[in-house]
């Protein structure tokens, strides 16, 4: 009989096990305790940061595509991925900023949230009732305010410190110039089946037969997992979902930012140092010395990187009346900002719009019924969870909750129907047979996954794929056919000198560079072109075409060309730039990697619940 020792022993172990298998459910509803998407060392990115990351990335994918974007579309594009890398760098970087304890005073902190434009009054003066009003509206305070400005100084101090001062060498500068900014003309003859002088024939079985043995690797199925699934989206589920009237129309009145916006100018600010930089810089503009264009990359920026997107007239300050006034687009300034003097490019005017409550209707009614499907998965995610831990399989699954069964046989290449998931996918790859189910989150619902069986990879049978392997051999008899006429083209081209001594008119390409791509030539055109001494040919292949191409001139950076000692001064300043943002880079990795960082999955899921 066993002691009333071994008995608690085993209940304590069983009440252990209990309280692990349900550590994950219920935790964002246990009194808000979540607070922490990821922790980094001792630092950790609270669950409203997250959500205002994502939120940001929204905005600028919505800027960018000109149309509303809900958070299930914007996951295609990686948003929460990238909101969540941001986040875990800014983290690795607070992290270590608190561990060498650098930091700045109230002071700072004072004198940049002073400078901020978005807490002055119609004076232009900081207010502290705006302040303490907008932080309010944004579910914060002046503390955490800034606290978190006080870390945001302290981790930009940082990443300056590592990142400063790179400075290059004369030869490295002078090595890299050259080589990039290196170019060729070349001339060039495309080569199909319409132009073999004896075409290609239908193959043998013969050929066939031995085509499909030689390539087996073309024609072998990958390994493939024989699976059964239980899957429920929101797509299954809407249809079924009643949205009231009242529901809509707050909804309406949330966004009616979206619905109704103001006249709008599409804008890009170029901040300069000082007043004088800047009118230097307007009035080469005016002179048409250079293009405003030219005038960002001497900067050494990118015209992403002063792209403002498109503001109403109450969101562009002190510089709002002037780019306004203009009825077309131009270049305005120096106006002030909240960065410094700058000039103003106003590209485009966007008119006022109104989409009514009739007209948004069926777009709310749909961000709305997804809302409550995301909810109504995230309810059964849990009933799930306790059926697979009771032993249930999909079968089980289908009939107890809204989930439906269905089973495939999948492989690397299969990118069908729900295939196409990237979470299935990487789901799927991971399971094996006899694996413990578990729920899969997908981009738009969950997934059960089980594997019944593992098919080793296999040769096709040739009788499974004859026009298949048909169409392979035809495509490769035919390239080889014509890379066997090209270089004889080539042969005669040498001893003649010219493609018209061949009645051929050739493509030309002028002044290509290493990165150039031109239309209707191979993969490895520019590396090969560039492989080449002046005067040179060469035949390649691909896809069942051949290309014969010449290289006619290769022409170097002039030094004594008027513009080249300021673009290769500007290529050195991208350069260092460049060197500059790898460096910080690798630190903020190799931070990550030494203090190490935990996601929880969960309190991500419930914030993903919240986003429309």
Request: charged residues 25%.
């Amino acid at each position: 009989m066993a002691s009333s020792k071994g008995k608690s022993f085993i209940t304590f172990a069983i009440l252990g096990l209990l309280i692990l298998a349900l550590a994950g459910f219920g935790v964002t509803e246990f009194g808000g305790s979540v607070r922490s998407v990821v922790t980094v060392g001792k630092a950790e990115v609270e669950t409203v940061d997250y959500q205002r990351a994502i939120q940001a990335q929204l905005q600028q994918l919505q800027q960018r595509t000109g149309q509303p974007i809900t958070f299930q579309q914007a996951r295609a594009f990686g948003v929460d991925q990238i909101a969540l890398g941001q986040l875990i760098t800014a983290a690795a970087l607070e992290d270590e900023a608190a561990s060498i304890g650098l930091s700045v005073g109230d002071t700072v902190v004072g004198e940049r949230i002073q400078q901020s434009g978005g807490f002055r009054n119609a004076s232009g003066e900081f207010d502290r009732a705006i302040y303490e009003a907008s932080l309010r509206q944004n579910g914060s305070n002046s503390g955490e305010f800034e606290d978190r400005m006080r870390s945001d100084i302290a981790e930009g101090l940082l990443q300056s410190a590592v990142s400063a001062g790179v400075r290059t060498s004369d030869v490295y500068i002078d090595t890299l110039y050259n080589y990039a900014r290196e170019t060729r003309d070349v001339s060039w003859l495309r080569l199909g089946a319409s132009d073999l002088t004896t075409p290609i024939g239908d193959p043998t079985n013969s050929e066939l037969t031995a085509y499909h043995t030689e390539n087996a690797e073309a024609f072998t199925r990958p390994e493939t997992k024989r699976i059964r699934y239980a899957l429920l989206t929101t797509d299954m589920l809407v249809d079924q979902i009643e949205v009231e009237e009242p529901v809509l129309r707050a909804a309406y009145d949330a966004r009616i930012t979206e619905f109704v916006q103001p006249e709008r100018r599409l804008v890009e600010r170029l901040v300069f140092l000082s007043d004088e930089q800047a009118t230097e810089a307007k009035a080469r503009l005016d002179a048409e010395e250079l293009t405003f264009d030219e005038l960002v990359e001497e900067r050494g920026l990118t015209l992403a990187a002063i792209d403002l997107g498109d503001l109403p007239e109450d969101e562009l300050g002190a510089a709002a009346a002037d780019i306004f006034a203009l009825a077309e687009p131009g270049v305005v300034g120096p106006l002030p900002s909240d960065l410094g003097p700058a000039l103003y490019r106003m590209n485009g005017i966007l008119a006022a719009r109104e989409t009514t409550f009739d007209d948004a209707r069926e777009q709310l009614r749909d961000a709305a019924a997804q809302d409550r499907a995301r909810r109504l998965i995230l309810d059964t995610q849990t009933q799930v969870a306790d059926l697979l831990a009771g032993g249930a399989d999909v079968t089980v699954l289908a009939e107890r909750t809204e989930m439906i069964e269905e089973s495939i046989e999948w492989n690397v290449e299969t990118v069908d129907g729900i295939s196409a998931e990237p979470a299935f996918r990487t789901a799927v790859s991971a399971a094996q047979p006899g694996d413990f189910a578990e729920v899969t989150q997908l981009a738009n619902g969950i997934a059960v996954i089980v594997v019944d069986e593992v098919l080793d990879p296999a040769l096709r049978p040739l009788d499974d794929i004859r026009a298949e392997v048909t169409e392979a051999w035809t495509s490769a008899a035919t390239e080889d056919a014509l890379v066997i006429q090209a270089e004889g083209m080539a042969e005669q081209i040498r001893r003649d000198s010219e493609f018209l001594e061949l009645g051929i008119l050739p493509e030309t390409t002028t002044g290509m560079t290493r990165t150039d791509f031109t239309e209707g030539t191979p993969p490895d055109f520019s590396t090969a072109a560039f492989e080449m001494e002046e005067g040179d040919m060469r035949v390649l292949s691909a896809d069942g075409d051949a290309w014969l191409i010449r290289v006619n001139t290769i022409t170097k950076p002039d030094a004594t060309a008027p513009a080249a000692a300021a673009e290769r001064e500007q290529f050195a300043d991208q350069t260092a730039s460049e060197l500059a943002n790898g460096i910080s880079t690798a630190y903020s990795q190799a931070l990550i990697d030494e203090a190490g960082f935990e996601v929880n999955q969960t309190a991500i899921n419930a914030v993903h619940s919240h986003l429309p």
